[in-house]
């Protein structure tokens, strides 16, 4: 898998809430000349992302289906089973799946941002679901969402040691610790941790032991 190349890709796509340089900013690939700078522009970020949430209401109630379906299955990875996958192929499947990885990270960010202001999440999200199937049409009746949330603090340093051991992590375990700041590791051998992961889903890809398809929960 060319994961320079998918790097590239999301420097180059269009912009969204966020331009190319904000992306690069956030991810800390780009410094501003001043402090001000920086205060600006974290400001029209924020400023962006607030009228992008407003802007929903507009696109739920009065953007097409087809527009929406068209968005949502051009870019979901395909339920068809594929052997004897392709480097060219798996990557288009990690592009693919950025998609969805991009909608799951959208709920979480709403749900931290509801959250921490004492609202009852799962009231939003019952409004939020009659809204949807108003909008099919549908006189709602009721709508009930129960979210129970199990948890734990990772163990940075013990993480850290099976690492450096050569153990293997979970990919939840390797998202807690690169999120945390506590691994001290270079572009370099992020590359070739990725590049042992790409190389780990291709044999699995090719042996048939996982598909290539995508059901968030």
Same mark, same amino acid.
């Given at each position: 898998?060319?994961?320079?190349?998918?790097?590239?890709?999301?420097?180059?796509?269009?912009?969204?809430?966020?331009?190319?340089?904000?992306?690069?900013? +956030?991810?800390?690939?780009?410094?501003?000349?001043?402090?001000?700078?920086? =205060?600006?522009?974290?400001? @029209?970020?924020?400023?962006?992302?607030?009228?992008? =949430?407003?802007?929903?209401?507009?696109?739920?109630?009065?953007?097409?289906?087809?527009?929406?379906?068209?968005?949502?299955?051009?870019?979901?990875?395909? /339920?068809?089973?594929?052997?004897?996958?392709?480097?060219?192929?798996?990557?288009?499947?990690?592009?693919?799946? @950025?998609?969805?990885?991009?909608? *799951? $990270?959208?709920?979480?960010? +709403?749900? %931290?941002?509801? !959250?921490? %202001?004492?609202?009852?999440?799962? *009231?939003? #999200?019952?409004?939020?679901?009659?809204?949807?199937? /108003?909008?099919?049409?549908?006189? !709602?009746?009721? !709508?009930?969402?129960?979210? *129970?949330?199990? $948890?734990?603090?990772?163990?940075?340093? /013990?993480?850290?040691?099976? #690492?450096?051991?050569?153990?293997? #992590?979970?990919?939840?375990?390797?998202?807690?610790?690169?999120?945390?700041?506590? %691994?001290?590791?270079?572009?370099?051998?992020?590359?070739?941790?990725?590049?042992?992961?790409?190389?780990?889903?291709? /044999?699995?890809?090719?042996?048939?032991?996982?598909? #290539?398809?995508?059901?968030? *929960?």
């Amino acid at each position: 898998m060319n994961f320079d190349s998918i790097a590239k890709e999301g420097e180059s796509r269009d912009r969204g809430i966020l331009t190319p340089d904000d992306r690069k900013y +956030l991810r800390g690939e780009k410094e501003y000349s001043s402090k001000q700078s920086e =205060i600006d522009a974290r400001y @029209r970020i924020r400023k962006r992302i607030k009228n992008a =949430i407003i802007d929903f209401s507009i696109i739920l109630s009065k953007l097409t289906d087809n527009d929406r379906e068209q968005i949502f299955k051009s870019n979901a990875p395909s /339920e068809e089973r594929k052997e004897g996958i392709s480097a060219e192929k798996l990557d288009e499947f990690v592009k693919q799946t @950025r998609f969805v990885r991009g909608i *799951e $990270h959208a709920i979480g960010f +709403l749900y %931290l941002g509801i !959250v921490d %202001l004492g609202w009852n999440f799962e *009231e939003v #999200l019952e409004a939020g679901i009659k809204n949807a199937e /108003e909008k099919r049409g549908y006189v !709602v009746d009721n !709508v009930s969402v129960n979210i *129970e949330i199990t $948890h734990s603090e990772p163990n940075f340093e /013990e993480l850290i040691q099976k #690492l450096q051991r050569g153990e293997g #992590l979970t990919s939840e375990e390797m998202r807690a610790l690169i999120r945390s700041g506590e %691994l001290d590791i270079d572009m370099e051998t992020l590359d070739r941790l990725f590049e042992r992961m790409s190389e780990d889903i291709s /044999e699995d890809l090719d042996e048939g032991e996982i598909e #290539l398809n995508f059901d968030p *929960e």
